[in-house]
C-alpha cells in the first residue's frame, strides 16, 4: 500500500514537472516574440527526459563582425541570398544558407547562434561559401592591393652629352599587393601589420646622366663598340666616357718621327708634329679629320689622332711618335679608324 502511495505520489511530481516545464518554454518562446526582447543566449530546458532550445542568440554589434575577402571600400556585411554558409564555432561546424538582403547578426540569430561577450565573428567572402568563423583570438592573412609610389632609377646614357641628365622615362604611380597579418585578442584588435609585399606595377623614372664626350681621355682604351645599321656607331670607354662615331676604315698604320728620313717638324697643315698627328692620303682621308685609332687586335691604342699631314698613299696612316725605338717597335700593323664627329 505505502509503495503504491510512493508512485502515484512520483508520477504526480513528475506530471507537475512537465507542465512546468511547457509553461516556461511557451514563456521563452513569447519572451523571444515579444518586439524589444532578445535572448542573450541560447536557455536550456529539460524535464528529466529530454532538452529543448528556446530563446535566440543576441545580435552582434558591427564592431564585432570582422570582414575579409571582401572588395575595396565594402563593409556593410549584407550577405547575398543562396549562398552556402559555413558556421565554425567552439569546434562545431555548422551549414546554413543565406536569405536575401540578410545580414550576418540576423542570419546567426535565424540558426540560434550564441555570441559570448568577448567573442566575434569574421565573415570571410572570398571563397565560393561563405565562411563564419566565430572565436575570442583569431589570427588571419588579408591580402590588399595598396598604392605604389614610383622610383627613380639613375643610369648613364652613351648618348648624352657629358654632364647633362635627362629623364628618359616618365615615373608612373601604380599598385602592389600587400599580405597583412591580423591579430585579434580576447575579442579586441591586437595587430595588423605586414609581412609580404608583391611586386609593384608602377614605371619607375629613368633619369639618365651622358656620358658622350669629343675626346677620349689620354691613355683610355675601348670597352665596347656599339655600331648601327648606317655603319656609325658608339666607342664606349673603359674610362666610362663615350664616343660617337660616323664611320670606319680599316688602314696599315706606320710610325714616324722627326729627324729621320728629313722628317721636319712642321706638317702640310702648319702646325707642329706631336703626339696625335698623323699622315694620311688626303684623297683617301679628308685633312682635318678627327680619329680614334687602335690596332685590329687591340693590343695597341694609340688614341686620338688628328689627320694634319702628308706623304703616304692609298689606306695607310703615319702615326707621329715621339722617339725613333717607338716607331721600330711599332712596325707596321692592321688597324681601325673611328672617324669621331
Same mark, same amino acid.
Given at each position: 500500500?505505502?509503495?503504491? /502511495?510512493?508512485?502515484?505520489?512520483? *508520477?504526480?511530481? @513528475? ?15 513569447? &519572451? ?12 536550456? $530546458? ?14 552582434? %554589434?558591427?564592431?564585432?563582425? $570582422? ?5 575595396? +571600400?565594402?563593409?556593410? #556585411? ?14 562545431? #561546424? ?7 538582403? %540578410? ?5 546567426? $540569430?535565424? %540558426? ?5 561577450? $568577448? %567573442? ?6 572570398? +571563397? !565560393?561559401? =561563405?565562411?563564419?568563423? =566565430? ?28 654632364? !647633362?641628365? /635627362? #629623364? ?19 575579442? *579586441?584588435?591586437?595587430? /595588423? ?5 608583391? !611586386? ?5 623614372? =629613368? #633619369?639618365?646622366? +651622358? ?14 663598340? =656599339?655600331?648601327? !645599321? ?7 670607354? @673603359?674610362? +666610362? ?10 688602314? @696599315? ?28 692620303? @688626303? ?46 717597335? &711599332?712596325? /707596321? ?9
Amino acid at each position: 500500500m505505502i509503495e503504491n /502511495r510512493q508512485r502515484k505520489a512520483h *508520477a504526480w511530481a @513528475k506530471r507537475l514537472w512537465q507542465a512546468a516545464f511547457v509553461l516556461m518554454l511557451i514563456g521563452s518562446v513569447l &519572451f523571444e516574440a515579444m518586439p524589444e526582447a532578445t535572448a542573450n543566449a541560447l536557455y536550456l $530546458l529539460s524535464d528529466g527526459i529530454s532538452t529543448v532550445v528556446a530563446g535566440g542568440a543576441e545580435r552582434v %554589434e558591427a564592431d564585432r563582425i $570582422l570582414l575579409t575577402g571582401a572588395e575595396d +571600400g565594402e563593409t556593410d #556585411v549584407i550577405l547575398e541570398a543562396d549562398r552556402k554558409v559555413t558556421i565554425l564555432h567552439d569546434g562545431a #561546424v555548422h551549414y546554413a544558407t543565406s536569405r536575401e538582403d %540578410e545580414r550576418v547578426s540576423d542570419l546567426l $540569430l535565424r %540558426e540560434g547562434v550564441s555570441i559570448a561577450p $568577448l %567573442e566575434m565573428v569574421r565573415v570571410d567572402v572570398s +571563397g !565560393e561559401d =561563405i565562411l563564419l568563423e =566565430i572565436a575570442s583570438d583569431f589570427t588571419y592573412y588579408e591580402t590588399v592591393q595598396e598604392a605604389a609610389a614610383y622610383t627613380t632609377i639613375y643610369t648613364t646614357d652613351y648618348t648624352i652629352p657629358k654632364g !647633362e641628365s /635627362r #629623364v628618359t622615362q616618365a615615373g608612373q604611380n601604380g599598385t602592389r599587393d600587400v599580405t597583412y597579418e591580423v591579430v585579434y585578442a580576447d575579442g *579586441a584588435f591586437a595587430s /595588423r601589420q605586414a609581412v609580404a609585399e608583391g !611586386e609593384s606595377n608602377a614605371t619607375p623614372e =629613368i #633619369v639618365s646622366t +651622358g656620358t658622350l664626350v669629343s675626346a677620349a681621355q689620354d691613355g683610355d682604351t675601348i670597352a665596347e663598340v =656599339i655600331r648601327n !645599321e648606317d655603319g656609325s656607331g658608339y666607342l664606349i670607354m @673603359k674610362s +666610362g666616357d663615350s664616343l660617337h662615331f660616323s664611320h670606319t676604315m680599316d688602314v @696599315k698604320c706606320t710610325a714616324y718621327t722627326t729627324g729621320c728620313d728629313s722628317v721636319g717638324t712642321i706638317t702640310y697643315t702648319g702646325t707642329t708634329v706631336h703626339t696625335g698627328v698623323v699622315a694620311v692620303d @688626303k684623297s683617301v682621308i679628308p685633312l682635318g679629320s678627327t680619329m680614334f685609332i687602335t690596332t685590329a687586335n687591340g693590343d695597341f691604342t694609340y688614341g686620338m689622332a688628328h689627320a694634319e699631314d702628308t706623304g703616304v698613299r692609298g689606306k695607310v696612316v703615319d702615326l707621329f711618335m715621339n722617339t725613333y725605338d717607338e716607331c721600330i717597335q &711599332f712596325g /707596321r700593323r692592321s688597324s681601325i679608324l673611328y672617324f669621331i664627329d
